[in-house]
């Protein structure tokens, strides 16, 4: 599936190549994993402090990594399938050719914004791990998770780039 198609449901969201689809996916999935094993490192943590009163040394500052990987995770998917939050007051009347110019606009501010933050956080990475970085309790460097973090801001540059190109060319259909 090549072509760009209207969503019929959202009348925004257009149906993405399987391979695009399929790479959302896999990181949002993987995102979601990360949520789980916070999840039970967490559980597993206040258990440890309810009944023994030791906690998981380090848990909260796994639990911020971790959250940051899983919220850079869902960001493509959610940007492929056009769950990005929506004001359409001043839209719902628009024509479906404004709609989609606007969408464009969206999609191309939203592009610039990721490949800004891969671009920084990459050149964070390198900074981190040439100074030798490391978290205050479990001593983990900190340069890993940005690494872990910039395939997600890559598919999410191409994801957009894709929404915007689509968006486009149902505005000018």
Known sequence: MADAELNTETGTALRAPRW????????ATAGGLVLVGMMLMTVISVTRRTLF??????????VEMASAVAIFAFLPLCQLRAGNVLVDFFTMRASPRTNHLLEAVGDLIWLVIAALLT????VGAAEFYSYGESSM???????WGFVVILPSLALLCVT?????TGHLREAFR
Do not use: K, V
Request: neutral net charge.
């Open 137 to 143: 309790i479990l001593r983990l460097p900190l340069w």
């Open 53 to 62: 009163g030791a906690p998981l040394p380090g848990d909260f500052e796994m």
């Open 160 to 164: 957009c780039l894709w929404t915007m």
């Open 20 to 27: 695009l689809e399929a790479a959302c996916r896999l990181i």
């Open 119 to 122: 671009w920084r956080l990459s």
